[in-house]
């Protein structure tokens, strides 16, 4: 019996071996797969009921076990779409089914059809449409979750609403007569200092603003703005149709202005554009333009996106300004290493692991994600190596037992001629 | 860390940043020593440019007045000339008429010297200084007095016969001549025969000279007369007494009528000849105010010639030294560059 | 997984440390090109403990590129003035060759001299005519350069804004490409040198202020007197050359943004660069002693101008000097005389006139001097000398002294023009100097220093090796490692 139970067992440990030398085979095959995880054999005896006097050997039972939790060093790329986790959570992703995974292999490039941003594996990324406003997600589902695409961001164009013009006025300039200030739109018009600025109307199209500033009166300025296209070829004045905003300014002793702060310009096909001039001043000395921003855009193809390390999504338009569209979640789950790892470096959720829990990177307790970087595997080659040998050992040492206890049968066997 | 570095463009160009401008000067100062006035006049002399072009003016002016002052004075000095000339033959006539001659030979003698003093006079009274007839005033081109013979000798001959109802030609009538009064002839003197020789018989029958003397510039502010004109007493007088001497027909006539031409013959010449030393003392003046204008100028074109130094020109000594000095500096640049370029921490690493 | 972690810091070592030597390879290049800023890696230190570039940045200084700016702008503004005050001076010549109008005037009033005191020798009549017409040639000559200085100048006004427009339209490709890579985090220090190269030469054309409006590296640039030249877009910089410029004519001004700023009329005035320079030698300097030549045709007709000798009060008439269709003597300025000035052809032998009627009376009938008829008159020649020599009245306008004789008025114009020149050439100097300076100081701030760069290089190589060395070592680990596998 115990001679059977010998043969039994030391092929129970064979197997077992096996199935170790299985999982380093993978995991020195896997050495370089972004993203990887490490996958260990762990061995548990099984052991026979036994006598005082008599041992019936057992058997070695194995059990596979992922580092999932193990952090992979990360390698830097230079794809602002290769993304990484540092830290805790995974990329929720769907396959071209559409069911959603776990995974940290974040070497995601857009897919030429869909516009997508699609990983090595052909797992699609998933991300909070925030385009519109805040992302409207649930801690504990995939609802409202939408790919990636990059594509859908294009030709974005914004309306001007708010600005900042600030410049000295300078307090020593004539004074222009009443019957001359621009606001009169009158062919003599005169006026002490101009500069021009680009707006945006609803469509994005460029409307260039005329501001006139005019000394009427000690301390008191006269701000005038027209729309530059209808100004009289030359001369300027006077311009086809009146002024679109004038605003009288004034100042105090020191040169502060003292009258409103904002100006408010109706750009004709757009907004109406609300200037902070409150910074404006009278001093003696020459007109200085300082600062003279307006927000929108004109229309513009996205030439590339950013992914911050909380997870937005930004769109990089050709003239620079930058639109959110998306933000990156991170799932998580209690027991990562629980995870059931599938094809395609992706993880699904089991019992073991827990529910799902879907927050934003570097919010609570979450990773923070690394664009330009791939988590590399956590596999240590020498390690592997290392256990590799052991197992080749154990090996040998249960091939040894069978051959011993295979030998005994044959002495068995012959006793009888 | 910012502040110390130095860029390798400022380091290696640093020596060489001066010496365009180095070269620049050296080619100004070699160009000043050589020809010692400033390279560039009118950058140094800025806003005192146009007094140095002034002074250039001011000293072609003086020097074309010295030129035409000599033109003046040869003039001064020839009409000197034709006057001593003419007060030398005169003289001995009036020696000859001193002595009052008597018998006929000494008369028709002093007849014919009287004639030769006239044609003499005349003659030296015609002059020309090159294209200028001395005594002709500003109408230089004409010689200022006719031709005895073909003008003047008619209007006499027609007022002798006029007067003493002569025969023609009057002087060798010899009868009517001898009849002629001392009374009569008197007042022919006083009358018909000072009329030839008085406006405006004198202008029409003698004299095609201008009144104005010829004038010149001398110096910026003087102007001098440099001529005397026929116009003159002086010719008028001598031109009257030589006639009366000459063609009265002297030898003809009545001993005491003889001795009134001979009287008032002898006081019109010495008249004549008195205004001539005159005239001669007033072109004396004319000429040492022009000699003293001379002197004057030169001394002010050095003057001016010192001044347009004083502004344009350098001092060759100090370009000199600014030349060694510069030169040097080149050398130094040239050699420092070149030691900069060789200078890398690569040569040592 | 430690040597594995090792390997890969090791690995992101050598990557950075190539891109700092291939930065600083391009710092090498770059240290001939006055254009080029110092461009600096900078590495840091990830998370896990690896190195990683993360910028490339560029050494600025933005308070000596300002400086820079405003040097470039001055000194081209001053060396365009100087070179069109030099070619107007060019027109005096130095005293010493007597080239000016003013050593002229000196010749005729020499000739004149001597023709007065010799008036029957037509030969020094002659030299009195060829002394007037070399004067009427060196006038119309100098007045012909004073047209054609002011027509360059309005020719380089006219390129200038072509070329400043040309500029400006490049600057805004170039603003947007840095604009658009601020955005995206792109390595855009070379378009930024590119652009700021294109600055400095706008400066040239024009002074300016740059004003960075700190998002994205957006640059808005506003002429020196606040006009909007660059904002998004580039605004327009209009100009119309003048077909003609005649005397006295002001030409057109240059309108930015359909604002004037060059001319008298001009509400925002630039103050500097190549524009201004040139503005200010065609509308006020050439124009300036354009007047002054004018002035000395003037003084000249009126110097010699004849008077009615009868008192009959008939208008006095231009003797020696005169002018096609003259009617009568100018009192006041009139435009373009010096170009039109010539000997009058009555007393020109080469025109068919005779020298002798200057001594006479050239116009005849009751304009007749000489009555009598004396070819040694000299009356009306000493004349001539002294009213040559007497006071005027010139316009005030030209900036000279207004009561003075034409000779001093003359030689006041020399003066004039020699004192603007040595002025201007002080201040090209000086401004060159300014420039030369800014621009070392900002060489020395943002340049490269090759043994510093080669100092780098040796510690990247350092680095380099160390990293290599630690592979090896890993790499040899392995190798022991996969040698017990048998």
């Given at each position: 019996m115990s001679l059977y139970g010998l043969l039994r067992t030391s092929v129970s440990g064979m197997n077992a071996q096996s199935t170790k030398l299985s999982t380093i085979g993978d995991n020195v095959a896997n050495s370089d797969t972004a993203g990887y995880k490490r996958a260990s054999t762990e061995f548990s005896s099984l052991l026979m009921a036994n006598s005082k006097t008599n041992y019936n050997s057992g058997s070695v039972v194995s059990s596979i076990r992922y580092a999932i939790n193990e952090q992979g060093a990360l390698s830097y790329t230079t794809s602002s779409t290769d993304l990484a986790v540092q830290g805790d959570g995974f990329f929720v992703v769907n396959d071209p089914t559409g069911m959603p995974f776990l995974t940290r292999a974040g070497s995601f490039t857009r897919d030429g059809n869909t516009g997508n941003l699609v990983n090595a594996a052909g797992f699609t990324l998933m991300g909070y449409?925030?385009?519109?406003?805040d992302a409207q997600g649930t801690l504990n589902g995939y609802a409202n979750l939408v790919p990636i695409d990059i594509s859908a961001m294009n030709m974005q164009a914004s309306a001007s609403t708010t600005g900042i013009f600030t410049a000295n006025l300078p307090s020593d300039a004539g004074i222009v007569a009443a019957a001359d200030l621009p606001s009169t739109n009158a062919a003599t018009a005169d006026y002490t200092a101009k500069s021009s600025i680009v707006v945006y109307d609803d469509l994005g199209s460029e409307v260039v603003l005329d501001i006139y500033f005019s000394k009427s009166a000690d301390s008191t300025w006269e701000a005038a703005v027209y729309d530059q296209a209808d100004a009289t070829p030359g001369s300027s004045f006077p311009y086809s149709s009146a002024a679109l905003a004038t605003q009288t300014m004034t100042f105090d002793a020191n040169g502060n202005l003292t009258s409103a702060g904002t100006m408010t310009i109706p750009v004709p096909g757009g907004q109406n554009v609300t200037v902070d001039i409150s910074k404006m001043t009278q001093l003696a000395t020459d007109y200085t333009p300082l600062t003279a921003t307006v927000d929108g855009s004109a229309p513009s193809t996205v030439t590339d996106v950013e992914i911050g390390e909380n997870g937005i999504v930004q769109a990089i338009y050709e003239n620079g300004s930058k639109a959110a569209a998306y933000r990156i979640p991170l799932a998580d789950v209690p027991s990562p290493d629980k995870l059931q790892p599938m094809a395609g470096n992706i993880f699904s959720t089991t019992l073991e692991s827990g529910d799902v829990t879907v927050g934003f990177p570097t919010e609570s307790g979450l990773g923070s994600l690394v664009s330009g970087a791939l988590e590399q595997s956590n596999v240590d080659l020498a390690t592997e190596f290392t256990e590799m040998i052991v197992a080749q050992r154990s090996y040998t040492g249960n091939s040894k037992v069978f051959q011993t206890g295979n030998e005994l049968l044959d002495t068995l066997m012959n006793l009888k001629r | 860390m910012r502040t110390s570095l130095i860029s390798t463009m400022s380091l290696n160009s640093a020596p060489r940043t001066g010496l365009a401008e180095m070269q620049e000067r050296l080619a100004a100062a070699t160009k000043e020593v050589a020809t010692g006035r400033h390279a560039d006049t009118g950058l140094v002399l800025a806003d005192r440019t146009g007094r140095t072009v002034s002074l250039r003016q001011e000293m072609g002016s003086l020097d074309s007045m010295i030129t035409s002052n000599s033109v003046a004075r040869s003039r001064i000095e020839k009409t000197h000339l034709a006057l001593e000339d003419i007060g030398g033959s005169i003289q001995s006539l009036q020696n000859n008429l001193t002595g009052l001659p008597d018998s006929t030979q000494e008369i028709a003698i002093l007849r014919r010297q009287a004639n030769d003093a006239l044609d003499k006079f005349v003659s030296t009274m015609n002059t020309a200084d090159g294209r200028v007839?001395?005594?002709?005033?500003?109408?230089?081109?004409?010689?200022?007095?006719?031709?005895y013979d073909s003008g003047p000798k008619a209007a006499l001959d027609a007022a002798l016969i006029a007067k003493f109802g002569l025969t023609s030609p009057p002087q060798e009538d010899t009868a009517g001549l001898a009849a002629i009064t001392p009374a009569d002839m008197s007042d022919f003197l006083d009358n018909e025969f000072a009329a030839m020789f008085s406006d405006p018989d004198w202008t029409s029958v003698w004299s095609s000279a201008a009144d104005e003397p010829l004038q010149s510039r001398i110096s910026p502010t003087e102007t001098v007369a440099t001529s005397i004109s026929a116009n003159g007493t002086a010719t008028r007088d001598l031109a009257k007494a030589l006639t009366a001497l000459a063609d009265f027909g002297i030898d003809h006539l009545a001993p005491e009528t003889r001795a009134v031409v001979f009287h008032r013959s002898l006081s019109t010449m010495n008249a004549g000849l008195t205004q001539t030393v005159t005239d001669r003392a007033m072109l004396g003046v004319s000429q040492q105010r022009l000699d003293a204008a001379d002197t004057r100028m030169r001394n002010a074109r050095d003057i001016v010639e010192q001044r347009i130094a004083a502004f344009e020109a350098v001092n060759p000594v100090e370009k000199k030294a600014e030349i060694d000095q510069l030169s040097v500096q080149i050398e130094m640049s040239y050699s420092l560059t070149a030691k900069l370029l060789r200078l890398s921490i690569m040569n040592y690493a | 997984m430690s040597l594995s972690v090792a390997l890969n810091t090791a690995r992101s070592s050598i990557q950075a440390t190539s891109t700092q030597i291939a930065t600083s390879g391009k710092n090498v290049a770059g240290a001939d090109d006055p254009t080029y800023s110092r461009k600096i890696a900078s590495k840091t230190t990830t998370a896990d403990g690896s190195a990683r570039l993360v910028s490339i940045g560029r050494a600025t200084d933005v308070a000596l590129y300002t400086r820079m700016l405003g040097a470039t702008s001055a000194t081209t503004g001053a060396t365009a003035r100087l070179e069109g005050i030099e070619r107007l001076a060019e027109t005096v010549g130095d005293p010493e060759l007597e080239t000016s109008p003013a050593a002229k005037i000196g010749a005729l009033s020499s000739a004149l001299l001597e023709y007065a005191n010799t008036p029957d020798d037509p030969l020094f009549g002659q030299n009195v005519v060829t002394a007037a017409s070399d004067l009427t040639r060196t006038m119309n000559a100098a007045a012909e350069t004073v047209l054609t200085v002011r027509k360059d100048a309005d020719a380089d006004i006219a390129a200038s804004v072509d070329r400043l427009n040309g500029l400006l339209g490049r600057f805004e490709e170039m603003n947007q490409a840095v604009v658009a890579g601020s955005g995206t985090g792109r390595d855009i220090t070379q378009l930024m040198d590119q652009r700021d190269a294109l600055l400095s030469q706008i400066s040239e054309e024009i002074g300016i202020s740059v004003v960075n409006r700190g998002q994205n590296n957006d640059l808005v640039l506003y002429t020196d007197s606040g006009v909007t030249l660059f904002e998004t877009r580039a605004r327009v910089v209009a100009f119309t050359p003048a077909s003609i410029l005649t005397a006295g004519m002001t030409g057109n001004a240059v309108t930015i943004d359909g604002v004037p700023v060059t001319g008298s009329n001009a509400s925002m005035p630039l103050q500097s660069g190549r524009l201004v320079g040139l503005t200010e030698v065609r509308d006020e300097v050439a124009m300036t002693y354009q007047r002054q030549l004018d002035e000395m045709a003037r003084g000249l007709v009126t110097a010699f101008a004849e008077a009615d000798q009868t008192a009959g009060g008939a208008p006095d008439l231009p003797g020696l000097f005169t002018f096609p269709s003259a009617t009568g003597v100018p009192g006041v300025v009139t435009a373009n005389l010096s170009v039109v000035l010539q000997v009058n052809p009555a007393v020109d032998p080469a025109q068919?006139?005779?020298?002798a009627r200057l001594r006479d009376g050239?116009?005849?009938?009751?304009?007749?001097?000489?009555t009598g008829g004396g070819a040694s008159f000299s009356v009306r020649l000493r004349g001539l000398v002294d009213g040559l020599a007497g006071n005027q009245s010139f316009d005030a306008g030209t900036g000279l002294s207004p009561v003075s004789s034409l000779q001093e008025f003359a030689a006041g114009s020399v003066s004039w023009i020699e004192a603007l020149r040595a002025g201007a050439t002080r201040s090209a100097d000086y401004e060159t100097a300014l420039l030369s300076r800014a621009s070392e100081a900002l060489s020395n701030a943002t340049g490269v220093n090759l043994d510093e760069e080669y100092a780098i290089q040796l510690q990247l190589e350092q680095s380099f090796g160390a990293s290599s060395r630690l592979i090896s070592v890993i790499d040899d680990l392995f190798k022991t490692l996969l040698g017990i596998v048998r």
């Open positions: 449409d925030i385009s519109e406003g | 007839h001395l005594f002709a005033g500003t109408n230089s081109e004409t010689p200022p007095l006719a031709e | 068919g006139g005779a020298v050239i116009n005849g009938g009751v304009y007749t001097y000489n």
